[in-house]
């Protein structure tokens, strides 16, 4: 898999850092409150309501107002499409480990049939 195909694969709301780690909250707890955004991204919260912003407007999550103890807050979900593109991702990082797994094991199966090699031409001479 070439780097190009990594870096284009995925658009640029879905695939910049802080909006990718909101996205896994989102795939992990289901349901996250924007202060729940706020503490696991460390963001203001005009950066914070920007990557959000840029989420619903993707339509790759919703939010809607609910009260909790007497306020109001915004909770968000993921969308269908969301979902899809998330499980997308996964199955895009499963195929890059499984590949490096396939080469570190043909790699080592190397090492090995070179030492064996090696054991049998000096035992030869």
């Known amino acids: 898999m070439s780097v190009a195909e ?13 909006r990718l ?11 996250v409150s924007y202060n729940r955004f706020k503490k696991v991204i460390g963001g203001t919260d005009g950066a914070v309501y920007s990557h959000v912003r840029k ?3 993707a339509g790759y999550v919703t939010g809607k107002k609910e009260i909790v103890r ?5 909770v968000y979900t993921m969308t269908e499409s969301g979902k899809q593109l998330f499980a997308e991702y996964l199955r895009f990082l ?3 480990l ?16 070179a030492r064996r090699n090696n ?7």
């Open 98 to 113: 499984n590949d490096q797994k396939k080469v570190s094991h043909e790699r080592e199966n190397h090492k090995k049939d």
């Open 94 to 96: 499963e195929n890059i």
């Open 55 to 57: 989420l619903l407007e």
């Open 70 to 74: 007497n306020s109001v807050q915004t």
């Open 119 to 125: 054991t049998h031409t000096k035992g030869e001479s």
């Open 21 to 31: 780690s909101m996205m896994t909250v989102l795939y992990q707890e289901g349901v």
């Open 6 to 18: 990594l870096y284009t694969r995925f658009d640029s709301v879905f695939f910049e850092k802080t």
